[in-house]
């Protein structure tokens, strides 16, 4: 089992930054890939961006050039570093990892509101 606590959520301007930050506890050794996955009001949860144990990433292209993942493997953390931020970068952010054996976890979330 894994357990991941999410942080770092709140209010921003729009054009503003924020970071998130994500730490993980319990079968840490099992997890390879660490992530980021928003949920706007009304809307599927999607992906923002993942990281391999590896260091490899992928963003989703709405967030291209904008967000920024990275982890910490020594410390078990994963942060999300969000810039020039739009308002319809406004959701509900949650944290997720995935084993070597494909099995997911998930933060409960924090709540990223970006006003106009």
């Known amino acids: 089992q894994v357990q991941l606590v999410e942080s770092g959520g709140g209010l921003v301007q729009a054009g503003g930054s924020l970071r998130l930050s994500c730490a993980a506890s319990?079968?840490?050794?099992?997890?390879?890939?660490m992530g980021w996955y928003r949920q706007a009001p009304g809307k599927q949860r999607e992906l923002v961006a993942y990281i391999f144990r590896s260091g490899s990433t992928n963003y989703a292209n709405s967030v291209k050039g904008r967000f920024t993942i990275s982890r910490d493997n020594a410390k078990n953390t994963v942060s999300l570093q969000m810039s020039s931020l739009k308002p319809e970068d406004t959701a509900v952010y949650y944290c997720?990892?995935?084993?070597?054996?494909?099995?997911?976890?998930w933060g409960k979330g924090t709540l990223v509101t970006v006003s106009s």
């Open positions: 997720m990892c995935a084993s070597y054996s494909s099995v997911n976890y």
């Open positions: 319990g079968s840490i050794s099992s997890i390879n890939i």
